[in-house]
């Protein structure tokens, strides 16, 4: 589908990444060698979107074991390399799910197959999610093209928080493989994308790849939402999720809640995109269970990009330096906002029955 991946394998089998923290302006890719540079990839948001640091945290393992088995180390090299990326990010849960994919590979491994297997497992984890988006989108096209039918093939306005886009997958992405589908089936699109403050996933990568895609776009500040639903000017909502509980309550950006209540007061529908992968079937109560992250408040003080006057990228102040900032990285938007839940196996209810119904051996 698309001219690149955002991890793939080098030559020499390592992993090499984009720097997401230089796009728009600047292509930088970073190899990855040691299992410290996948978590730091993670921490630092070289990478982010849940399925990408999932694939990352499963190659981080497979370095540990290539490391382990290169260089000697004790047994217990491997636990410290499951520690360290498990502590990397608290809120994605496919950061957990796939570490514990690649504890199960690896399990009963002998020493001289560690390598090949962690290895296998880690690509598996990689090809799984490129056809699980690709079929978000097969599920998820007809919703637009049920809109674009009611618009008499009018172009339907779609409105999208942070990056849940192929920047934060594999390949593309989870909203955005209904849209390239629907692109690529000629409907009329136009996708309104929230800057997504503090850090402007949607400014800097989602904005990047629909330009990429040739997807008509328009950036707007996080506040402007309610104003275009007012108006008539939003057909749909569709956001990602970094994890969602059985009963359907979603964890994304900080932000998407109050895109869900606009949503909701206009009669507009509210969709969530994710792979199974996101799905946390452990908890139920989003609000209460699901840990949100709280990043450095200097994402908030300080703004990121490539100065007008320089050309190079800068951090600019935005407020009193001695004033202190909050940055809680994501929200939960309960069920109850969300019109239905768009996965690979199909468009489901956001409710324990509805999950259920597509998911039942979960039950
Ligand atoms: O902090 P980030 O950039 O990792 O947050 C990402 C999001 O909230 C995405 O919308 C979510 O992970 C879905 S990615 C397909």
Redesign the pocket.
Known sequence: MSAFRTIWPTEDRYVEVIDQRQLPHEWVVVKLKTYTDAEKAIKD?IV????L?GATAAYGIYLAAREMTEQGHEPVFMDEAFNALRNSRPT?VNLFWALDKMRNALKDCPASELVETAWNAAEDIVKEDIETCRMIGVHGLPLIEAIAAKKQGETVNILTH???GML??IEW??ITSPIYQAVEKGLKVHVWVDETRP?N?GANLTCYELTRHGVHHTLIVDNTGGHLMQHGMVDLVI????RTTRKGDVA??IGTYLKALAANDNNIPFYVALPSTTLDWTISDGLREIPIEERNQDEVKYVVGKSRRSGIMDEVLVCPETTKASNY??DVTPARLVTALITERGVCPATEEGLLSLFPEHA
């Open positions: 948001m982010r979107g849940a399925p640091i994605a942070c990056n849940a934060g997958c992405g989870t850090r996933q956001v990602g999720t970094d994304n950006k990285g994501f």
